[in-house]
C-alpha cells in the first residue's frame, strides 16, 4: 500500500513538495500555494471534519475540486434515531449528485463499530455507489471490504487486515513534519512489508457474491519472521 501523508488544506505545502502525492483534511481554509503542488504532483483524498454538514461539504468542494482529488470522505456515527439514518441518507444522496458530474468517489469513513449499521442502511437505499475508508476503529472489515476505497492510520495501528484484503492503495497518516512522518512511514512499512494479492479469493464485490473460478489461485503473502516463529 502507498503510505501518504493526511495534511491539513490551511497548511503550506512547500515542506512536502518532495512527497508530490498527499490527502487532505478540510479545516476551513486552503492554502494558496496547493493549486500549484497540485498540478506537479497529486491531491488524492479531501477528508472532511466529524459531523460535517452539507454546508461545509460543499464549501470544501468549491475550494479544493480544482485539485482534482480522487475521494471524499465522509466520517458518520451509527445512526441513533430512524431520523438520524434519514438524515445520514440524505446528505449521502446529495454529495452523490455533487460528485458525480466530477468524477469524485464518496467513501464513508464509519465511527467505531458503526460500519454494520452503515452498510446495511445503504443496501437498503441501494447505495452502491458509495465506499469506505478504513480506520484502526473498524471492528467488522468483512462489512466494507469489497467498498474499501481508501484508508486512514497511524503508527499504532494493526495493518495486518487490510494485507490479508491485498490492499494496495493509499494509506493516509495524518503529519505535520515531514521528518516525523517519514520516520512513521519506514516504521509502518517495516512492520507491515507490502503484498500484490489478497490471502484468500474475494467472496462478495459490491455487495454481490462471487462465482470462484476454480482454475484460479491467490498467492498468500510472504510471511514475516515473527509470523513463522522464528528468530532474527
Same mark, same amino acid.
Given at each position: 500500500?502507498?503510505?501518504?501523508?493526511?495534511?491539513?488544506? /490551511?497548511?503550506?505545502?512547500? #515542506?512536502?513538495?518532495?512527497?508530490?502525492?498527499?490527502?487532505?483534511?478540510? @479545516?476551513?481554509?486552503?492554502?494558496? =500555494?496547493?493549486?500549484?503542488?497540485?498540478?506537479?504532483?497529486? +491531491?488524492? =483524498?479531501?477528508?472532511?471534519?466529524?459531523?460535517?454538514?452539507?454546508?461545509?461539504?460543499?464549501?470544501?468542494?468549491?475550494?479544493?475540486?480544482?485539485?482534482?482529488? @480522487? %475521494?471524499? +470522505? *465522509?466520517?458518520?456515527?451509527?445512526?441513533?434515531?430512524?431520523?438520524?439514518?434519514?438524515?445520514?441518507?440524505?446528505?449521502?444522496?446529495?454529495?452523490?449528485?455533487?460528485?458525480?458530474?466530477?468524477?469524485?468517489? *464518496?467513501?464513508?469513513? !464509519?465511527?467505531?463499530?458503526?460500519?454494520?449499521? *452503515?452498510?446495511?442502511?445503504?443496501?437498503? $437505499?441501494?447505495?452502491?455507489? +458509495?465506499? %469506505?475508508?478504513?480506520?484502526?476503529?473498524?471492528?467488522?472489515? /468483512?462489512?466494507?471490504?469489497?467498498?474499501?476505497?481508501?484508508?486512514?492510520? $497511524?503508527? $499504532?495501528?494493526?495493518?495486518?487486515?487490510?494485507?490479508?484484503?491485498?490492499?494496495?492503495?493509499?494509506?493516509?497518516?495524518?503529519?505535520?513534519? &515531514?521528518?516525523? %512522518?517519514?520516520?512513521?512511514?519506514?516504521?509502518?512499512?517495516?512492520?507491515?512489508?507490502?503484498?500484490? %494479492? #489478497? $490471502?484468500?479469493? !474475494?467472496?462478495? +464485490?459490491?455487495?454481490? #457474491?462471487?462465482?470462484?473460478? &476454480?482454475?484460479?489461485?491467490?498467492?498468500?503473502?510472504?510471511?514475516?519472521?515473527? @509470523?513463522?516463529?522464528?528468530?532474527?
Amino acid at each position: 500500500m502507498r503510505i501518504l501523508p493526511l495534511l491539513n488544506a /490551511s497548511a503550506d505545502p512547500a #515542506p512536502w513538495a518532495a512527497r508530490r502525492e498527499v490527502e487532505l483534511a478540510w @479545516d476551513g481554509r486552503l492554502h494558496g =500555494a496547493w493549486p500549484g503542488f497540485a498540478r506537479a504532483g497529486g +491531491v488524492h =483524498a479531501i477528508h472532511l471534519p466529524e459531523h460535517a454538514s452539507l454546508e461545509i461539504a460543499q464549501e470544501a468542494l468549491a475550494f479544493t475540486l480544482p485539485l482534482g482529488p @480522487d %475521494f471524499l +470522505v *465522509l466520517t458518520a456515527e451509527e445512526p441513533k434515531r430512524r431520523k438520524d439514518g434519514f438524515a445520514f441518507l440524505g446528505l449521502v444522496e446529495a454529495l452523490l449528485e455533487a460528485l458525480a458530474p466530477k468524477g469524485m468517489k *464518496l467513501a464513508i469513513k !464509519p465511527g467505531a463499530g458503526a460500519e454494520t449499521e *452503515l452498510v446495511n442502511l445503504l443496501k437498503a $437505499s441501494r447505495g452502491e455507489a +458509495v465506499g %469506505f475508508c478504513w480506520h484502526g476503529e473498524v471492528k467488522d472489515l /468483512s462489512a466494507i471490504e469489497d467498498r474499501l476505497f481508501c484508508a486512514v492510520g $497511524s503508527i $499504532s495501528d494493526d495493518l495486518d487486515p487490510l494485507r490479508k484484503l491485498g490492499y494496495r492503495w493509499n494509506l493516509a497518516l495524518p503529519a505535520t513534519d &515531514p521528518r516525523a %512522518f517519514e520516520l512513521a512511514k519506514a516504521g509502518l512499512e517495516a512492520r507491515f512489508p507490502g503484498v500484490l %494479492f #489478497p $490471502s484468500e479469493l !474475494p467472496t462478495h +464485490v459490491m455487495g454481490r #457474491p462471487v462465482q470462484p473460478d &476454480p482454475g484460479v489461485r491467490f498467492a498468500r503473502p510472504p510471511q514475516r519472521e515473527e @509470523d513463522r516463529g522464528e528468530k532474527p
